[in-house]
C-alpha cells in the first residue's frame, strides 16, 4: 500500500491529507478472485469510483430510497445527547466520508471538537468533502485519509489530542459486511478508537419486502447505473472489455437471510477479457455486487457486544425504518454512564413513506 506524507494544504492551513490508497494490482487481484468463485462476485468498495459516487448521492435522494432520509431526521436530536458523552475536544473519525452534509450536524452538536479525520476511498469527494469542512471549520484540524477503510489502518499518528475518540459509521453501511466481518470491522474500530473510544452508527432496520425491494429498483433506474458502474470502472482501471448492455441490475431482499442482494445478471453466453485472463459467462449467470444486512435493535446490539461494545444510545424514527446507535468501547475502557442519553433518546417525528 503506498503511502503519502501528510501534507498541509496551502490555502486551508488545518486541511491534511494521506494517500493510502491501494495500488492497482491489488484491486486486480481482488477482482479475479471474485470472478474466478463459482457464485462470482465483487467487493462494493469498487461501486465508489468518482462516477459511482455521484451516482450514490443520486441514490440517497430518491424518494424510494428512505435510509438518508430517515437517518438526516434523527441525526440532529443524537447529536445534541452526544455533547455530554463525547466530552470536550473530542476527534471524529468518519469512516466512509463522501458527503459533509450529515457530519456537519454532528460537528456542529459536539463540545469543541479538536479534529476531524475522513476515510475514503474515493479520493475526489473525499477531498471536496474535507475541504469544505477545513473552510468552515478553521478551529478544527481536518486529515483526509485515502484508504480501503475496510482494512486495519493505523490512525495514531494523525490524532492530535487526550480527547475522546468518537468514530462515525453513518448510512447503514455496517450492513455491507457479513456479519462475521461486520463483527472484526466494528473490533478493529474499537481498537483503532483506544480504550475510551465510542461510535455513532446508522443501522437499517427489517421491514416489509416492498419497501426494502422499492428502495434498491427505483423507478428511474439510478441504481441500476450504479450498479453497472462497477463494470466500467473495473473496464477503465484494469484494461478489460465488458460490454454494460449485456448485463442487467438485479436486486431483490432475501427475508431467510435478512438482507437485499444485489447482482449484475448476464444477459447472454459471453467470455471477457480483463488483461490477460478471460472470464466466462453463461446466460442468466450473475455477479454478486453487494449485500445490505438489516438488523433488528437486539441483533445490533448482539453483533455490537460480541465486538467489545457496550451500548449507551438509541435513536429511531417512529415507524422503525432506521436506528442509530451510540456504542462505548466495553473492554479496558471505564464505560461513563451517560444517563441522559437513553433516557433523553426520544424518537424523532415519521416521514411518510410513500406518496400520496
Known amino acids: 500500500m503506498s503511502i503519502e506524507t501528510a501534507r498541509r494544504n496551502a490555502f486551508l492551513p488545518n486541511l491534511f491529507f494521506e494517500d493510502r490508497h491501494p495500488a492497482p494490482e491489488n484491486i486486480l487481484q481482488e477482482v479475479l478472485e471474485g470472478l474466478g468463485r463459482r457464485q462470482k462476485s465483487l467487493p462494493p468498495k469498487l461501486f465508489y469510483d468518482r462516477e459511482g459516487s455521484d451516482l450514490f448521492l443520486r441514490i440517497t435522494g430518491l424518494w424510494e430510497y428512505y435510509p438518508t432520509r430517515v437517518e438526516k431526521s434523527i441525526l440532529p436530536k443524537a447529536a445534541a445527547d452526544l455533547r ?3 466530552g470536550p475536544r473530542c476527534e471524529l473519525v468518519e469512516y466512509g466520508c463522501g458527503n459533509s452534509g450529515k457530519v456537519n450536524v454532528v460537528l456542529g ?4 471538537p479538536a479534529a476531524y479525520v475522513g476515510i475514503e476511498m474515493a479520493r475526489d469527494h473525499l477531498l471536496q468533502c474535507c475541504r469544505a469542512l477545513a473552510a468552515a471549520h478553521p478551529e478544527i484540524s481536518v486529515t483526509a485519509i485515502c484508504a480501503d477503510f475496510t482494512a486495519p489502518l493505523d490512525l495514531r499518528r494523525v490524532f492530535t489530542g487526550s480527547g475522546r475518540k468518537v468514530a ?3 448510512g447503514s453501511s455496517i450492513g455491507n459486511f457479513e456479519p462475521e466481518d ?3 470491522f466494528l473490533d478493529t474500530v474499537r481498537t483503532e478508537m483506544g480504550k475510551d473510544g465510542a461510535l455513532l452508527i446508522g443501522v437499517d432496520t427489517k421491514k416489509d419486502a416492498a ?3 422499492a428502495a434498491y429498483n427505483d423507478r428511474d433506474g439510478v441504481t441500476a447505473r450504479f450498479n453497472l458502474n462497477v463494470l466500467k470502472r473495473i ?3 484494469l484494461k478489460a472489455d465488458f460490454i454494460l448492455s449485456r448485463f442487467r441490475h438485479v436486486a431483490f431482499y432475501d427475508e431467510k437471510l435478512g438482507r437485499i442482494e444485489m447482482h449484475l445478471e448476464s444477459l447472454k453466453n459471453q467470455t471477457v477479457r480483463i488483461g490477460e485472463a478471460e472470464i466466462g459467462f453463461k446466460e442468466g449467470e450473475t455477479i454478486h455486487t453487494e449485500n445490505s444486512y438489516k438488523y433488528s435493535v437486539s441483533d445490533f446490539h448482539a453483533l455490537a457486544a460480541a465486538s467489545g461494545w457496550s ?4 435513536w429511531k424514527d417512529e415507524k422503525d425504518l432506521f436506528s442509530l446507535h451510540y456504542l462505548v468501547n466495553r473492554k479496558g475502557s471505564s464505560l461513563r454512564q451517560v444517563s441522559n442519553l437513553r433516557r433523553n433518546s426520544e424518537r424523532s417525528r415519521a416521514l411518510t413513506l410513500i406518496k400520496p
Open 109 to 112: 452538536g459536539l463540545d469543541r
Open 84 to 86: 455530554e458523552a463525547a
Open 211 to 213: 419497501v426494502l425491494n
Open 168 to 170: 462515525f459509521f453513518p
Open 235 to 237: 473496464n477503465r482501471e
Open 311 to 314: 451500548h449507551e444510545g438509541l
Open 182 to 184: 461486520a463483527k472484526r
